[in-house]
């Protein structure tokens, strides 16, 4: 067990509707990063946030957003969903930058 | 432009013997590098880092190696184990880097 903890595990949704992901980093974590995995691809880095504030910005589009609450968990929302948004996503945390972060069990999208 | 290449998308190795998995960055100002392990269905668990002011770092049955003049890592697993099969990902990072760049990652078999 990572101690990072997304929710929900799957989610199945139609074409044009909105969902949210959410995660809660390891006790004591400031950063947080999503990525994002497509089919048998590798992982792309989405965006990061280091105690509430936006970090960087990797290849997230402009329909998907995330914030990092006070109490340090984060959400990524996506809008408008196309088929082409079913992925896997995962959350990560690490305690400072630069250092190992540790990934969540990740959030199984499925856009029919 | 990929950063961050594996160029091998599998490897197979018999239990017992050496799996060398290898990595190489476009990018030289990456100075902190990262393996990951990832099973199916898991997200990818942390397995070994090394910084740039090293050439080798040593976990157990894990070691990897950094040639920064090649811009290439290696992770070396002795003795490999059925256990080990799984998808291996490469990550790095600049100084103070906002985030980890993955590579594609190689699918690692040991056959018994």
């Known amino acids: 067990d990572s101690g990072v903890t997304q929710t929900p595990k799957h989610l199945i949704t139609a074409t044009g509707q909105r969902v949210t992901l959410r995660c809660s980093p390891r006790?004591?974590?400031?950063?947080v990063y999503w990525y994002q995995q497509s089919l048998d691809q590798g992982l792309q880095f989405l965006i990061q946030?280091?105690?509430?504030?936006?970090?960087a910005k990797g290849n997230i589009l402009e329909r998907f957003s995330a914030q990092q609450f006070p109490d340090l968990h984060s959400e990524l929302n996506l809008s408008s969903l196309e088929l082409g948004d079913s992925a896997l996503y995962f959350c990560?945390?690490?305690?400072?930058?630069?250092?190992?972060?540790?990934f969540g069990q990740g959030t199984r999208l499925t856009v029919v | 432009d990929q950063q961050v290449k594996q160029n091998s998308p599998s490897l197979s190795v018999q239990e017992g013997r050496i799996s060398i998995l290898n990595c190489d960055y476009t990018?030289?100002?990456?100075?902190?590098f990262l393996w990951y392990k990832k099973y199916p269905a898991e997200g990818p668990t942390f397995l070994i880092s090394i910084s740039s002011i090293k050439d080798k770092n040593e976990d157990g049955r894990f070691t990897v190696f950094l040639n920064k003049s090649a811009k290439h890592l290696s992770l070396h697993i002795v003795p490999s184990q059925p256990g080990d099969s799984a998808v291996y990902f490469c990550?790095?990072?600049?100084?103070?880097?906002?985030?980890?760049?993955f590579g594609p990652g190689t699918r690692l078999s040991v056959l018994p």
């Open positions: 990018n030289s100002m990456f100075d902190y």
């Open positions: 990550a790095a990072s600049e100084p103070y880097g906002q985030n980890f760049v």
């Open positions: 946030y280091y105690n509430g504030e936006e970090r």
């Open positions: 990560a945390s690490s305690s400072t930058v630069n250092t190992e972060a540790f």
């Open positions: 006790s004591g974590d400031l950063s």
